[in-house]
Structures are given as structure tokens and as C-alpha cells.
């Protein structure tokens, strides 16, 4: 990757994977709630693709000024394994450590490169995983540990 075209096409083909990860999680569902929230999760990174599409056409601009909270509960979890019949904690625990990988993916990037176009888009990407991270997390906490 060494262009900014090529980093936005590798970063559209991540939220891409992620919706459909999170649409098949929807349909293995048996569950409705757990249907309809899976579903969701897979318009939000239809959103995000959407968003980096209009940043690679130009349309938008992806900025990496703003923090985004990080509530750390994704580094006290074990991993897990998707399965038929996934518990929805489990469900977010692998969204939650997906979206933590991409962060640092994108977080690593920026700090090899020089100041400059490329960095900014690194960091705004960065930024937009730190986000979705940010949800799964927040869901985890009202969902699974308020509940417990």
C-alpha cells in the first residue's frame, strides 16, 4: 500500500468484510433481537464503507483531530471463536477485538510514514476504528456487565 487510493481500497475492503461478517452473524442468529442488532452492526460498517468511499472520490475528508474514549474492556477479554450458535457477548467481544486490530493496524501505519497526506488519511482511519471500538464497548458495558 503507497498510495492514499490504495489505503482507502484496502480500508473499504475491511468495513466490506466486517458488514458482511456481521450480516452472516444475522442470519446464524436464532434469536430475533440478536437478528435485528447483528443487522444493524452490518449497516453501520456499510455506513463507514460508504463514508470511505466519498473520501476517496473526494466528497469527504476524513480528520483525525477529534479523541475518541477508549474504555479498555476489550483488553481484559480472552479471545473466542465464532460458533453456530454464538452468545451475543460473545458476539461482541469478537467485534469489539476486530475493530481494536484495525485501530492498531491503522494507529502503526501512520507512525512509519512522514507528515503528510498519507499519515492524515492513516489517522482519520485510525480514528474511525477507534469509534466503532468505542460502540461495541459501550454496548458491552450496558448490555453484558450492567446486566451482571
Request: avoid cysteine; aromatic fraction near 8%; hydrophobic fraction near 35%.
Amino acid at each position: 500500500m503507497n498510495t492514499v487510493d490504495e489505503i482507502l481500497d484496502y480500508a473499504i475492503d475491511q468495513e466490506q468484510q466486517a458488514a458482511d461478517f456481521y450480516a452472516d452473524m444475522a442470519k446464524r442468529s436464532e434469536k430475533s433481537g440478536m437478528k435485528e442488532i447483528f443487522q444493524e452492526f452490518s449497516r453501520e460498517e456499510e455506513r463507514h464503507r460508504d463514508k470511505l468511499l466519498d473520501v476517496k472520490r473526494g466528497e469527504q475528508e476524513l480528520t483525525a483531530h477529534q479523541q475518541v474514549l477508549d474504555l479498555k474492556i476489550t483488553d481484559y477479554l480472552v479471545e473466542v471463536e465464532t460458533t453456530e450458535n454464538i452468545s451475543y457477548q460473545d458476539a461482541l467481544i469478537i467485534a469489539m477485538k476486530r475493530e481494536r486490530a484495525a485501530f492498531r493496524l491503522y494507529s502503526d501505519l501512520a507512525e512509519k510514514v512522514s507528515e503528510g497526506d498519507l499519515r492524515e488519511v492513516f489517522l482519520g482511519l485510525a480514528k474511525e476504528e477507534a469509534k466503532h471500538k468505542l460502540f461495541f464497548e459501550s454496548e458491552y458495558d450496558d448490555r453484558i456487565l450492567q446486566e451482571n
